[in-house]
DNA sequence: TAGATTGTTAATCGATTAACAATC
DNA sequence: TAGATTGTTAATCGATTAACAATC
């Protein structure tokens, strides 16, 4: 996450999905433009750094005393993101987190799909996981060599996820999640995103102590 | 998360967990000692980054040559990041996600328990979900006037995602872990600290498309 | 001892904020 | 027009890296 992408950088990279959701939703309020006064003011940014998020990555100019058009914009951050192609992912590890990982619908806005999931034990799928059958582990290899997968996502317990990793990287495997606990090796051209819930949770615990 | 905490940066207080999730890895493997050089490499950081890092929350010394005594640093970090303190939680919205929270053990290393878990629909508790009653949601603001609880945690859809912060608010709640999609709007003096899956997972099809 | 590692002080780099001219 | 908001250039702030003396 250290260098910039196309000109933006990685901390406002973090910050545009954010401006999207607050943006559909000043959308279905029914508003059809807003000013970078008024989108840091609710997101809790300064004026200028949401200007400056804004002015990298949009191709066109707000209107002064108007501000932006909002499907504009939202438009604008979709390209740049990259939702009109479709990501493909597989999962790893279909226990609680897997499973909800597996049901959760907000992935579809982002144009991101699980394809398979993959578990120690197979299991016919439930309604719940939005139909997507799980797999024995032992055939995730020959899954991903014959599909074409940018994500790997880890759910499984953290005494298994090295080894998986070492199976995504591998077949060619680009992009992991990890949600185990622990820090997996990779080669450097591998991109690796942790989501460590319980750690997250500590340091909201920690902000919390010292306040 | 802009101030930094007692002399640690924010960006060091989110590494923090990450070193003490590889000591315990190393401790278990039977070491004593570990170097800064050793972490960094493990960990993709650079060697300065952290003798900065540990010099900036350990109260003593290392030995040149030898390095860290690594029960030393997991006793300091555990201790700096409160873990000797029990964090209480409560949880609202026990859908799939919510449900894989309550169920969800590495909670425990950090001392933090989810208390109780409150939904639109009461629920009897499942095996899963460690023996927590699901409670009806409109017991919440009772629930949490009576209890000493410091973390509420909202895993409801978009659409209650405000309302339940504000009895959060409302009722003294100083830090909310946020997994609905939307910008919460909070006074100042309370911690929120969002975890949005989805664009989480946007952001690292980003980073991939990118390269 | 020699040399690896320590902790710290100074230099660089990147991100945010301040200031300001342009414009609808 | 007046003034709010735009986009940009310069200044500040914070975080990372480089350099180095101290030490076991």
New interface residues.
């Given amino acids: ?1 250290k260098n910039a ?2 000109g933006v950088s990685a901390q406002t ?2 910050r ?3 401006y ?3 943006l559909e ?1 000043q959308k279905a309020l029914g508003k059809e433009y807003i000013s970078t006064p008024i989108i840091a003011n ?2 809790g940014l300064s004026e200028i750094l949401v200007k400056k998020d804004l002015t990298s990555i949009l191709t066109t100019s707000g209107k002064p005393k108007v501000g932006h058009n909002i499907q504009n914009v939202i438009d604008e951050i979709k390209y ?4 009109h ?1 479709e ?1 493909k ?1 597989i999962l790893v590890g279909a226990g ?2 897997g ?3 597996l ?2 619908k ?2 579809d ?2 144009n ?1 799909k699980i394809e398979a999931a993959f578990d120690k034990n197979e299991k016919s799928s439930s309604k ?1 996981t939005g139909n997507i059958a799980i797999m024995n582990v032992n055939k995730l290899r020959d899954y991903l060599l014959n599909n074409d997968i ?2 790997g996502i880890i759910a499984t317990p953290v005494e298994a996820a090295q080894a998986i990793c070492n199976i995504f990287v591998d077949c060619g495997i ?2 992991i ?1 990890n949600f185990a ?3 997996l ?1 990779t080669p450097d ?1 591998v ?1 690796v ?19």
Same sequence: chains 1, 2.
């Fill in positions: 996450m992408i196309e990279l973090k545009i999905p954010t999207l959701t607050y939703e609710a997101m740049f993101l990259g939702v192609n990501t992912a609680q987190l499973s909800a990982l049901g959760y907000g992935f806005k982002w991101i719940k940018q994500i680009k992009g999640w606990p622990l820090v090796q051209d991109v995103q942790n989501e460590n819930l319980a750690s997250s949770l500590a340091i909201l615990s920690k902000r919390l102590q010292s306040k």
